[in-house]
């Protein structure tokens, strides 16, 4: 077994004789051989086998509003790492190099759970992040790098779609301190015919995460044109939101760019954005931005009680900061997240690292 090889968590043996995965929805039934559909976890002597424990497609200091996070120290720098593989099959994958690659040895560097937290110190993050691909498919690998990272003060942020069980969902989330999870669209068909998933499981992930943890979650929504754009399907997505996670949770929506399947559908227009950042403010969510455009305004952060301007971003350059011990400095009225009382001054670099 070489050091990118670990025995997986999540699974069972079926009374058939294959090795039954139990990590996420799919269910993957896998005879000695065989790997499961994110590609990463393979049946193996009657186990099931995580093949990229250790390895990465690269790691890089990003900053934390890139993941994105808003409310969770401003300002500050993430550790960023992935690997390849992905657990669902979005036609319209933003990062479709990395998810779907089956390169795993090729292009992946190597690091243990502890060098990469020691590395975070070093480089002075508040936090490392998972991402790129979803951590879900490499929990094992993720939940260690999470404790390695609370051993040395620094904390662990998980970007992710939440397409998890109920088993390994407790035990993922248990160790991390943030996660910016992402809802695609509030509409089955969207997700079964786009993503070859379902919709039901992502929105026990968000309410298991804002009723029964302490993980600060936002969410971010990619607008697609023509497929999860329109009025009503940006209605029913905020009344969810605002109903059953309540209205401090932020919610990002993002501009679609034409890739991997689905280069034939133009980029998101500006103003699709800012009409659905409208319709989730008027649903009564405090917490409305707009990703992958120029616009500070819908950027930014507003009190929610005064209207104040609490933290001023300009892409990823903070401005003015006025949010005090977690409060509008001009009400007083709390702000939901995390934030120290200066912002951080990392601003809009982004640094490949090597570890």
Known sequence: MGNSDRIARFWHLAEDGRVQCDLCPRGCALNDGQRAFCFVREARDGELHLTTYGRSTG????PIEKKPLNHFYPGSSVLSFGTPGCNLGCKFCQNWTSSKSRRVESMSAE????AIAQAAVRAGS????????DPVIWAEYAIDTAKACHDLGVKAVAVTAGYLTKQARAEFFEHMDAANVDLKALDED???????AHLAPVLETLEYLVQETNVWLELTNLVIPGHNDSHDQIARLV???AKHLGPAVPLHFSAFHPDFKMTDVTHTPAQTLLRARDQALAAGLRYVY???VHDAKSQSTYCHSCGALLIERDWYELGRYTVDAGACRACGCPVGGHFDDEAGSWGSRRAPLKI
Do not use: I
């Open 111 to 114: 690091a243990t759970p502890e």
């Open 126 to 133: 508040r936090s490392v992040a998972f991402t790129y691909n």
């Open 59 to 62: 790691f890089c200091l990003d």
């Open 239 to 241: 009344d969810w939101v």
């Open 190 to 196: 969207f997700y079964w015919h786009l993503s070859s």
């Open 290 to 292: 707009t990703g992958n």
